[in-house]
């Protein structure tokens, strides 16, 4: 079956902009989690979403957001880009989101923001 | 407060030599731990995982890593490396009360020397 499909696999923007992020979960998967890695933080947990509610955020700013749609979709949005946005944004998705870990990762967005 | 602390973050050793990756965490409930790898460009692939029973699990490419709860750690071992094991390894957990959440360590980038 087809794996976590995350698109654009590039993406650069101009500081100030905006930016929407997409992930298609393995179908099936309810739970999608979304990870930011950096040279500098390493990997950071964002937000899960469970269909369709929030379920759980990390400690990053008001301008990173997400929302899941009713096909488990996901789609991530920063608004008013920093330079420090630049990052690999990755996307992991599972059927019951539990923690034991059966999550499937994407293989990335790669943010660069000028 | 949680945290996962991988030791060393290069790791060169030459092919067909024993490796070790070491991870310790830090936390003051119960947790789950995971070794994931990263080869360029891509996401994160689960190498294995650690729930409950036995302490000594392992991968089907031959990796094994041990959870010592006295020691607070979950290292990696192989008994012989290939070139195609270079990658980044990361070592992670999620912690009972917190949602499912994976806390990372920054990683540990292996090089298999010819």
């Known amino acids: 079956k087809a794996g976590v499909t995350q698109t654009p696999r590039y993406l650069i923007k101009t500081r100030g902009q905006q930016v929407t992020l997409s992930c298609s979960p393995i179908s099936g998967h309810r739970s999608v989690s979304w990870y930011q890695q950096t040279p500098g933080q390493g990997l950071q947990f964002l937000f899960e979403?469970?269909?369709?509610?929030?379920?759980n955020k990390g400690n990053f700013p008001g301008r990173f957001s997400g929302r899941q749609f009713s096909n488990s979709r996901s789609e991530m949005n920063v608004s008013t880009l920093e330079l420090g946005d630049s990052a690999l944004y990755l996307c992991?998705?599972?059927?019951?989101?539990?923690?034991?870990?059966?999550?499937?990762f994407g293989s990335g967005t790669r943010l660069t923001v000028v | 407060a949680q945290s996962v602390t991988q030791l060393d973050s290069q790791v060169p050793v030459f092919e067909e030599a024993p490796v070790e990756l070491r991870c310790n965490y830090s936390?003051?409930?119960?947790?789950?731990l995971f070794w994931y790898v990263q080869y360029p460009n891509q996401g994160l692939q689960l190498l294995l995982k650690?729930?409950?029973?036995?302490?000594l699990v392992k991968s089907i490419n031959g990796f094994e890593a041990e959870f010592n709860k006295s020691q607070t750690s979950f290292h990696l071992r192989k008994p012989s490396v290939h070139i195609s094991d270079t990658a980044e390894y990361f070592c992670?957990?999620?912690?009972?009360?917190?949602?499912?959440?994976?806390?990372f360590g920054t990683g540990t980038s292996l090089t298999v020397i010819p």
């Open positions: 992670a957990v999620t912690l009972a009360g917190t949602g499912n959440q994976f806390y």
């Open positions: 979403y469970f269909s369709e509610t929030q379920r």
């Open positions: 936390s003051s409930v119960s947790v789950y």
């Open positions: 650690y729930l409950s029973g036995s302490t």
């Open positions: 992991a998705s599972s059927h019951s989101g539990n923690r034991e870990g059966g999550y499937t």
